[in-house]
Every structure is written in structure tokens, then in C-alpha cells.
């Protein structure tokens, strides 16, 4: 089973907690705060890998969790930062925001990387909060909350050389006479339902990667048939060979459907380099009929080539004009990662909504800030009360309406108000 499209969801380690301790030493009754701070927690990072070249392992795994940062500890000893999780996609891969559609990163070249969640920062430890005025703070922060994220995965398979044509034109035949690669062959439409690579060996120092895409319909570019699965594989590719049925009733009208569909669905694929052959000519009828429509494609300042993949007639041929129709073509510059997608949203912006409960506030930094303060400490959470009252969190209660003893609900928290 080939899979081109999968949704995951992956989260970032949590950063571990401060801790809150007073160094205690022998002759030394009032050592002063040395609680550490916590470790990072891990980052999740796509990674390609070259011998990858279908989705799969995500049919069966689709959560992804990097390890949290460990805790701080007395004597500033520090948490241990958790390790990377790294997950491997192959080449090709686009990735998406599943509940933004917004374009994250485009992996295509070996090795690249691209982070798509980052692990929370540790938690600071009490040796951060001693003051003149206050040298024995009991006040740490808990580690920030990791990232958590919804992605859609989709794979555009990377080619040279895409085949191209109606289903049962040959195309796997062709694919599997050049190559090593074993697709499926048999005589009825649609045998190919999902794309197949395979590396041609032209001699000791040249090759080319030929793509079988399967079989294009009219209508494919509007998602008839398997339309929009597999148009998009031919997106990768930078020559395509067009193989047109010698049994067809119409050889020309198939081309010129097939090509209609590819300018339809992307320009640039009609824009594409092009070698046209007719395939079986190793049977009789199918050589009677080439003069004809050799000439018929001349006309249109076409060259129209005779092949079989039963006879291998003319392939080595087919291989080396398309390889030098490659070398023709100007490299393309590979795409780079593009940055993780952060929104432009104000991070300290916040709402209040009133409910029976009592008063939920929702917002990025508020939310954050509660996550990372430890409620049992006097310390902390009066550090969490300046920071609501300096985002205006308390005057907007206020002028909501809320009274004494009423709670407010900030992430997983549920507070007391008290003026």
C-alpha cells in the first residue's frame, strides 16, 4: 500500500520545573537559594531520508511525542535537557498546518531538516528570585508547556522522468523494462494505483530516476478518477514521456486529452519537456497504422517515436534522448525549509468569557504563565497576580462584572478572586 497523505500530531517536550531550595552546609546556617532550573524539553524536527520514498510508517503511528526536560535539583545542579525527537519523511515531502492549511516546509534534498515543534524552556529555580529585600525567596516556575501540532503530511514524488498517459498505455511495462522497479502489469485499466520509481543505468557514469505515474482520465484535474493523487507527482518531475496506446482508436485525441489535463491542472506541466512515443509496435496492426500517425504528428512540428516494451525496441534509445533532454535544462535551485508558521497574533491579548462556572480567561501568554507558575508557593503565585495585573487581566474582571469568592478558570486552573 503506497501512502502520499497522512495526518499526525505531534508535541514538543515539556520544560522541566525550577526547584525551590536553600543550600544547607555545615557552619553555613543561612546559605541562600540555590535551587536549579529545569532542562528544555525536546524539539520535534522532520528529517529526510533518501531511502524513504513512501509515508507508510505514519499508517500505523500517527502520535509523536518528544520527552520533557528533567527537573532542576539543590546545589544549581541544572535538569538534563531532553533529546531531540526527530522524526524521518522522504524526499519530497510537503508539510502543512492541519487546522491553518498553512505551508510550513517543503523537504526535497537529503539530510535537510525542519523543525516544526520546539520543546519548552525549563522552569528557573529560586537562585533567579533573591532580592535585597527578600534573600530566601520560595518562588520557582514550572517548565513552559511543550508545542503541540496538527500536520498534514503529503508526498510529491522526486523524478527525473515522469510516464505519462492513459491507464493500460504501457507505462508500467515500460517502467519495469528499464528498471528494477516490479510494478504491477496487466491488461485492463487502472493496474497502477499508486506511483512507482525505479533508477534507469544508462551506463557506469549516468542515470536517471523514472517516475510511473498512474493513469491520467479526463476530468483528472478537476479529481475525476484518481485525478488530484496523482497529478501532483508529476509536479516533481522535469521531462515527461508521453506514451500513447498503438491499440488506441486514437492515438492523437489521447494526447491531446492527457495534455489538456496537465495544462489544466498546473501550467507548468504543460509547459514541460515532452517525448512522444507509440508503444507495442511489435504488434503487426500497431506498425501498420506508425507511418500515418508519425506523419500526422509531424505536422505539428512533433516527433513521434516507436517503441515496445515487449521487444525493447528502441528503450536504450528512449533513456538517452531523455537523459539529453535533461541536460538541456537548467538546474533548479532546491527549496529551503521555509520557518516553522507563527501567527501575527499579539501574544499578550486575552478574552474573557462569563460562564456559570464563573469567568474563563483564554490567551496565549496568560495561559503559558499559568502553566509555568507552582500555586502552592506564596512566592509564585503572587508573581502570577502582578503578571495578570500588568497584561490587564485584573481590570478586565473587574469591569466584567466580577465579584468576591467568584472563580476564574485560566488553562487548567481554577483560581478564587479575591480583592
Request: glycine residues 4%; charged residues 25%; hydrophobic residues 45%.
Given at each position: 500500500m503506497f501512502i502520499d497523505s497522512v495526518l499526525i500530531s505531534v508535541s514538543s517536550g515539556k520544560g522541566g520545573d525550577g526547584m525551590v531550595h536553600m543550600h544547607r552546609e555545615k557552619f553555613r546556617p543561612k546559605g541562600g537559594p540555590d535551587g536549579g532550573d529545569g532542562g528544555r524539553g525536546g524539539d520535534v524536527i522532520l528529517k529526510v531520508v533518501p531511502t524513504l520514498n513512501t509515508l507508510n510508517r505514519f499508517h500505523f503511528n500517527q502520535k509523536f511525542a518528544a520527552d520533557a526536560g528533567k527537573n532542576g535539583g539543590p546545589s544549581n545542579r541544572s535538569g538534563r535537557s531532553a533529546n531531540n525527537l526527530v522524526i524521518e519523511v522522504p524526499p519530497g515531502t510537503i508539510v502543512y498546518n492541519d487546522e491553518t492549511t498553512e505551508l510550513i516546509g517543503d523537504l526535497v534534498e537529503a539530510g535537510q531538516t525542519l523543525t516544526v515543534a520546539k520543546g519548552g524552556r525549563g522552569g528557573r529555580g529560586n537562585q533567579h528570585f533573591a532580592t535585597s529585600r527578600n534573600q530566601m525567596p520560595l518562588t520557582a516556575e514550572r517548565g513552559e508547556p511543550g508545542e503541540e501540532l496538527n500536520l498534514r503530511l503529503e508526498l510529491k514524488l522526486i523524478a527525473d522522468v515522469g510516464l505519462v498517459g492513459l491507464p493500460n498505455a504501457g507505462k508500467s511495462s515500460i517502467l519495469a523494462a528499464t528498471t528494477r522497479a516490479t510494478p504491477k502489469i496487466a491488461d485492463y485499466p487502472f493496474t497502477t494505483l499508486e506511483p512507482n520509481l525505479g533508477v534507469v543505468q544508462l551506463d557506469m557514469d549516468n542515470s536517471l530516476v523514472l517516475a510511473d505515474i498512474p493513469g491520467l482520465i479526463e476530468g483528472a484535474s478537476e479529481g475525476v478518477g484518481l485525478g488530484f493523487q496523482f497529478l501532483r507527482h508529476v509536479?516533481?518531475?522535469?521531462?515527461?514521456?508521453?506514451?500513447?496506446?498503438?491499440?488506441?482508436?486514437?492515438?492523437?485525441?489521447?494526447?491531446?486529452?492527457?495534455?489538456?489535463?496537465?495544462?489544466?491542472f498546473d501550467e507548468r506541466l504543460?509547459?514541460?519537456?515532452?517525448?512522444?512515443?507509440?508503444?507495442?509496435?511489435?504488434?503487426?496492426?500497431?506498425?501498420?497504422?506508425?507511418?500515418?500517425?508519425?506523419?500526422?504528428?509531424a505536422d505539428e512540428a512533433i516527433d513521434l517515436m516507436p517503441v515496445s516494451a515487449v521487444s525493447h525496441l528502441n528503450l536504450k534509445e528512449l533513456m538517452w534522448k531523455a537523459y539529453q533532454e535533461l541536460q538541456t535544462l537548467p538546474v533548479e535551485p532546491v527549496e529551503a525549509a521555509l520557518p516553522v508558521y507563527r501567527s501575527d497574533e499579539d501574544p499578550d491579548a486575552f478574552e474573557i468569557e462569563k460562564t456559570d462556572e464563573g469567568y474563563v480567561v483564554t490567551g496565549k501568554r496568560i495561559e503559558r504563565a499559568a502553566a509555568m507558575t507552582f500555586f502552592d508557593q506564596p512566592g509564585s503565585v503572587r508573581r502570577f497576580q502582578k503578571f495578570m495585573a500588568g497584561v490587564g487581566v485584573d481590570k478586565a474582571l473587574r469591569n466584567a462584572g466580577i465579584k468576591e469568592g467568584e472563580s476564574v478558570f485560566v488553562g487548567d486552573w481554577e483560581l478564587t478572586w479575591q480583592d
Open positions: 509536479q516533481r518531475t522535469r521531462v515527461l514521456i508521453h506514451i500513447l496506446d498503438g491499440l488506441s482508436e486514437d492515438p492523437y485525441a489521447d494526447f491531446e486529452a492527457i495534455n489538456s489535463e496537465l495544462d489544466m504543460g509547459a514541460l519537456p515532452q517525448i512522444v512515443v507509440l508503444n507495442k509496435m511489435d504488434l503487426p496492426m500497431v506498425a501498420e497504422k506508425f507511418p500515418a500517425l508519425h506523419q500526422k504528428f
